[in-house]
């Protein structure tokens, strides 16, 4: 797969792709620095209720995801046609929809915390924090989904280099806030909480500013008829299409979230140390899947370009290589857990129970990059050709079909048994994408 007469398309692709892993890694970082901070207080149970509180409201954004990838997707096909008009259309669009969608959560925020934190379970000091968390988080969720079109309008746009800053800064503020409200104000899990939160609104100042700065001519001439304007902006037949692509990618993403919550649900029922340890293992499984993003990112770009351009070749010649680099990438990373993963941690939490607990399933974070690199890769090609109905159904076979299956099966090995699932999940779904796309390139041929 590696062709040295390839070399220039290995190297445009490396040039977008490693940005974008470095910017995708902060994500899952971040993360990892909230719990950390939560994990070196003295009981389980902060780590445990500032995860599901945390897990509530990512999911709310993770289930949105469909802003991102529908704005990576269509926005890279309009760069293809170098109509820079409905580029900067379809960012207004996405940011106006992410705005409505996030006041609707604010407003329902009482009814959506306490069915979740009822369905959530865990002990009553878990659900305390969790609440508590939760409460404060669900504010930031107008701009969390914001931020989702602004980074994807970004990477459709192949402007790699400025989404790695703006995450690096955004992150940057919210490990200070953490640092400062934890262990200087101890606030404890409203710390990280509050963090979050103007992290948030930070990032979308930022992310608006630059986008600004960058085409002010261009915004200002699109919206100086404002009535010709608005009708762009509220064409029918274009909602049509844009709400029917966001429903598929909607569908696949609450199938996927299913999978997460019940992770984090069932492993609340198994007790405090069991949702504190898996809290750990799923950071460290979202800093593989970010990371492996970058690659499928990158894909996205120059698939959805080729694709904008129609140009067959280039789109097949690109998959090729990004599933050569995604191989490479995912061996890497099952080579630093296998090698350093006991070390990691240690360094997240000083808690020996839930040290010694997570230490027995480091096996399952050892093998999903393996496992997964194929349908992170997939996900990105299918989103750049705006093929959601294919991820949708590749995404409900993999849930229905294989993952709450083969928990069933397993469920008398605890812990094990959902690991076990979610890896067979994830190898369905590569597998599903994979002998589509083979399917495709062979009528395309």
């Given amino acids: 797969m590696f062709n040295t007469s390839h070399l220039d398309q290995h190297k445009r692709l490396f040039y977008l792709a490693l940005p974008m892993i470095l910017s995708n890694i902060t994500?899952?970082?971040?993360?990892l620095v909230d719990t950390a901070v939560i994990g070196h207080l003295e009981h389980a149970y902060f780590l445990g209720g500032s995860t599901i509180g945390a897990m509530l409201i990512t999911s709310v954004v993770w289930l949105c995801g469909f802003l991102r990838m529908s704005t990576t997707g269509l926005s890279a096909q309009t760069l293809g046609l170098g109509d820079l008009s409905q580029n900067l259309l379809i960012l207004l669009r996405g940011v106006c929809l992410a705005f409505f969608i996030g006041l609707v959560m604010i407003l329902l925020q009482s009814p959506f915390l306490n069915i979740a934190l009822t369905i959530a379970g865990g002990s009553k000091q878990v659900?305390?924090?969790?609440?508590?968390?939760?409460?404060?988080?669900?504010?930031?969720?107008?701009?969390?989904?914001?931020?989702?079109?602004?980074?994807?309008?970004?990477?459709?746009?192949?402007?790699?280099?400025?989404?790695?800053?703006?995450?690096?800064?955004?992150?940057?503020?919210?490990?200070?806030?953490?640092?400062?409200?934890?262990?200087?104000?101890?606030?404890?899990?409203?710390?990280?909480?509050?963090?979050?939160?103007?992290?948030?609104?930070?990032?979308?100042i930022i992310g608006i500013t630059l986008i600004?700065?960058?085409?002010?001519?261009?915004?200002?001439?699109?919206?100086?008829?404002?009535?010709?304007?608005?009708?762009?902006?509220?064409?029918?037949?274009?909602?049509?299409?844009?709400?029917?692509?966001?429903?598929?990618?909607?569908?696949?993403?609450?199938?996927?979230?299913?999978?997460?919550?019940?992770?984090?649900?069932?492993?609340?029922?198994?007790?405090?140390?069991?949702?504190?340890?898996?809290?750990?293992?799923?950071n460290f499984l979202l800093l593989i899947s970010f990371g492996l993003d970058?690659?499928?990112?990158?894909?996205?770009?120059?698939?959805?370009k080729a694709h904008g351009e129609k140009n067959t070749k280039q789109l097949k010649l690109t998959v090729q290589i990004a599933l050569f680099w995604s191989f490479i990438?995912?061996?890497?990373?099952?080579?630093?857990?296998?090698?350093?993963?006991?070390?990691f941690?240690?360094?997240?939490?000083?808690?020996?129970?839930?040290?010694?607990?997570?230490?027995q399933y480091l096996v399952w974070i050892v093998l999903l990059p393996l496992v997964s690199c194929w349908c992170f890769l997939y996900d990105g090609v299918y989103i750049s050709l705006m093929q959601a109905k294919v991820m949708r159904n590749s995404m409900i076979i993999a849930t229905f079909g294989c993952f709450f299956p083969v928990w069933y099966l397993l469920q008398g090995f605890d812990n094990h048994g959902l690991w076990a699932a979610f890896s067979i999940f994830m190898l369905v779904r590569g597998a599903t994408l994979a002998w589509h796309f083979h399917c495709?390139?062979?009528e395309s041929a």
């Fill in 212 to 282: 600004f700065r960058c085409y002010k001519s261009a915004l200002v001439k699109l919206v100086s008829d404002f009535r010709q304007f608005s009708r762009e902006l509220l064409d029918k037949q274009v909602l049509r299409n844009y709400f029917q692509l966001n429903r598929d990618i909607l569908i696949r993403t609450l199938c996927l979230q299913i999978c997460f919550l019940f992770i984090t649900f069932q492993g609340a029922r198994l007790g405090d140390t069991v949702v504190a340890a898996n809290a750990i293992l799923m």
């Fill in 127 to 204: 659900q305390f924090y969790a609440n508590q968390y939760a409460q404060i988080r669900i504010w930031g969720v107008p701009a969390a989904l914001a931020n989702l079109v602004i980074l994807g309008w970004l990477i459709g746009n192949q402007q790699g280099k400025t989404v790695l800053w703006l995450l690096i800064a955004t992150n940057l503020i919210n490990i200070c806030l953490d640092l400062l409200f934890v262990y200087v104000f101890n606030w404890q899990v409203q710390g990280v909480a509050f963090a979050s939160l103007l992290a948030e609104y930070s990032g979308m």
């Fill in 27 to 31: 994500v899952p970082l971040l993360g």
């Fill in 329 to 343: 990438f995912a061996c890497l990373y099952t080579l630093l857990f296998a090698t350093f993963g006991h070390f």
């Fill in 345 to 359: 941690l240690s360094l997240i939490t000083d808690i020996s129970s839930v040290i010694d607990f997570a230490q």
């Fill in 440 to 442: 495709y390139r062979r």
């Fill in 294 to 304: 970058g690659i499928a990112n990158a894909a996205e770009a120059l698939v959805g």
